[in-house]
């Protein structure tokens, strides 16, 4: 997305965030990258900025609060298997620093945003009251749950349980939702499956999916992550005509989410190649 396709008013608004911010670890056309921890980047965003807020955080689902150097492999890949995928950090935190911890970057995106923007926020079932109390606590207005039906691929411990089969997106608006006239209404649930060669990160959630969510955001509007991982958010608002902004800790994500970016300014999809044993 070039300056010719925006409006004055959308261009400005995106120079501002990299003013605020600096150099980006990686910029193409209104989508822009930057290395760092996202409550450290999240202080110094400008406000009122922002169309949506749209991340994926660490759920720190059945975290003791003990293991902060506990490797996520072992809670979210088959035997630890990772398929090549790095780990990432962050997951460790027990149920109340989580809530504690979500509603100070989120009181920092609302305050980066504009009015009537939405809030979407993954979760699981175990944290999906937490993180309703925080996505409120950090000042948006809890407006409902978007459902994601994964498929029945997902794990069950044993034949006697119900799967896992969903995750949840409590979702709200910095004060009244916006009465829209370009897009909308927007689905409640969504049944699109994880595809392997889609998933870039172990927790990756899929391009399609996000290309859904994203629609949130008017045309040449700015989403922002906190939490881009491998920047599935990123690569949806490329493809989808928006610009984003992604905060990721990780220097290897960054990289990842880079290359998927530019793949996706082609109007491609990067797959994902496990990395061959040296």
């Given amino acids: 997305m070039t300056r ?34 996202s ?28 293991a ?16 090549g995928r790095p780990s990432f950090g962050g997951d460790f935190r027990d149920q109340r620093s989580f809530k504690y911890w979500c509603s100070l ?25 937490t993180m309703i109390d925080a996505l409120q606590a950090g000042g948006f207005c809890f407006k409902g749950l978007i459902s994601w039906n994964k498929g029945r691929g997902a794990r069950a411990p044993h034949k006697g349980f119900f799967r896992h089969q969903c995750e949840y997106i409590p979702w709200g608006t910095k004060g009244a ?16 499956p994880v595809l392997q060669k889609d998933k870039h990160h172990m927790t990756g959630k899929p391009t399609e999916l996000m290309q859904r969510l994203v629609q949130c955001v008017p045309k040449g509007g700015i989403a922002l992550d906190p ?13 989808e005509g928006r610009q984003a902004i992604g905060f990721e800790a990780s220097e290897e994500y960054c990289e ?23």
């Fill in 4 to 37: 010719k396709n925006l409006s004055l008013k959308k261009y400005r608004q995106a120079e501002a965030v990299k003013l605020s911010l600096g150099k980006p670890f990686f910029e193409s056309e209104g989508i822009a990258i930057y290395q760092g921890d």
């Fill in 39 to 66: 409550l450290e980047l999240g202080s110094n965003l400008p406000h009122s900025v922002f169309d949506a807020l749209i991340s994926d955080p660490p759920y720190c689902s059945g975290a003791a609060g003990t």
């Fill in 68 to 83: 902060v150097g506990a490797d996520p492999s072992k809670k979210y890949c088959h035997s630890g298997n990772t398929l």
């Fill in 105 to 129: 970057w989120i009181g920092q995106a609302l305050r980066a945003c504009k009015e009537t923007a939405y809030g979407l926020v993954f979760t699981d079932w175990r944290q999906l009251s």
């Fill in 177 to 192: 939702v916006p009465r829209l006239t370009d897009r909308g209404p927007f689905d409640g649930c969504y049944s699109i």
């Fill in 227 to 239: 939490f881009c991982g491998s920047g599935t958010t990123l690569v949806a608002s490329a493809l």
């Fill in 256 to 278: 990842i989410a880079a290359r998927r970016i530019e793949a996706a300014k082609r109007g491609e999809l990067m797959k994902y190649e496990r990395p061959v044993a040296v």
